[in-house]
């Protein structure tokens, strides 16, 4: 069985989809596991073969080629959301694809979502470039005590269900809202007191929890797969501890921190991890972007159909890399604690004629394997949207 984490090196888009769909290609069984944020990811897998094109957000990006997913508890599944994911998968692939859950996996919850919405409206032109899906709210919540789990969701018929969201609300999300200073002039207001929401949304995650198989995933269970690759949401520059770039930061570990112990409680280690960037940086949302251009002072920059204007991220941006001394930086800090050297997967290689674009220079493969290449495991490739190659 081969370990493998496939994260973000910058602030998300960089291909992480790609790197993991190509990776559960190479195995007979092949587990993804989610480990950190929720629905917000977006990670597309394209086929020109066989004409195929999914935007993976919960569903592990290799489904299409037979991986199983897996929730870690660190992951905050959206069950609302799961069912619309699924029956859009069946519509492309005539398979519906087995997830797994962990039973202390929490869910994001549709107050969670409102109040996410809520709060990211009312900060206007400050606005820190959240999706809109509430997975720092569910994150407040759980610390605050009021944790929703699939085992939960699984135990409970639809009225104990619909019990717990209406104490959650009563309990917490009311002061929440307070706390917030959410007022009534809010166009989410008066939905977060409304209880018809309330109802639809307990009836659909009771009914959506059927697609996710509750598992105890200990070393055993694991050993009936090759190959564990975790897929990592957004990038290492948004890591909840990369505080330079706070508020414009997620609620979650993005880096390998959760992949390490979760295969540490099992006696596991971890044996390759895999930092993904495209040959420049791309920024989906607000905050500072360092050596930021406009697309089309690029001509050969072709249009992201994943990360097209959206209500709560704007126009997705564009940046070179900074300087080649300092491109390993937040990798190397990643994995400081732990004896592993990391691998690099670089990623729209067509793009910029196989140049990597820093601040002052362009570099190729050539000098970038001289300079860096003793610090790295591996070094992969993609010339296209569909695969890897090891350089």
């Known amino acids: ?52 094109r999914f935007v993976h957000h919960q569903i592990g990006a290799g489904a299409e080629y037979g991986a199983d997913t897996l929730f870690a508890e660190t992951y905050y599944p959206d069950l609302y959301q799961i069912k619309k994911e699924i029956e859009e998968f069946k519509s492309v692939y005539g398979a519906v694809p087995k997830i797994f859950g962990e039973e202390e996996s929490c869910i994001t919850t ?54 717990l969201l209406v104490n959650i609300r009563n309990e917490y999300t009311f002061n929440r809202v307070k706390e917030l200073k959410i007022n009534v002039q809010n166009p989410y207001y008066p939905m977060i007191f409304d209880e018809n929401i309330i109802d639809n949304f307990a009836a659909e995650i009771k009914d959506n929890s059927k697609f996710i198989q509750l598992v105890d995933a200990d070393t055993d269970w694991l050993w009936h797969y090759d190959g564990l690759i975790f897929e990592s949401g957004q990038g290492l520059l948004l890591d909840r501890d990369y505080t330079i770039n706070a508020p414009h930061i997620t609620a979650s570990k993005t880096g390998i921190t959760e992949p390490v112990k979760f295969l540490n409680k099992r006696k596991l280690e971890l ?71 990391p691998s690099l997967a670089i990623t729209h290689m067509n793009e910029t004629k196989g140049k990597i674009l820093f601040e002052n220079e362009s570099v190729d493969l050539v000098k970038l394997k001289d300079i860096l290449g003793h610090k790295l495991q591996n070094i992969y490739v993609s010339w296209n949207r569909q695969e890897i190659t090891k350089y």
């Open 110 to 163: 549709v107050d969670d979502v409102l109040i996410n919405m809520a709060v990211e409206t009312q900060r206007g032109e400050g606005r820190h470039g959240s999706c809109g899906m509430g997975i720092n709210e569910c994150s407040e919540r759980i610390k605050a005590g009021y944790k929703l789990t699939l085992k939960q969701i699984a135990d409970s018929s639809y009225e104990q269900l619909r019990n």
């Open 1 to 52: 069985m081969r370990t493998v984490a496939v994260v973000g090196k910058n602030y998300g888009d960089e291909g992480k989809g790609l790197v993991t769909a190509s990776l559960c290609s190479l195995f007979k069984k092949p587990l993804i596991i989610k480990h950190n944020g929720g629905a917000q990811a977006g990670h597309t897998v394209e086929n020109e073969e066989r004409g195929t």
């Open 271 to 341: 044996q390759e991890a895999i930092y993904v960037t495209r040959t420049y940086v791309t920024k989906h949302g607000a905050g500072p972007l360092a050596n930021e251009f406009q697309k089309n002072e690029r001509a050969d920059l072709q249009t992201d159909m994943t990360n097209l204007p959206n209500e709560w991220q704007g126009d997705i941006r564009y940046a070179s890399h900074g300087s080649l001394d300092d491109f390993l930086i937040p990798v190397i800090e990643d994995i400081k604690n732990i004896n592993i050297k």
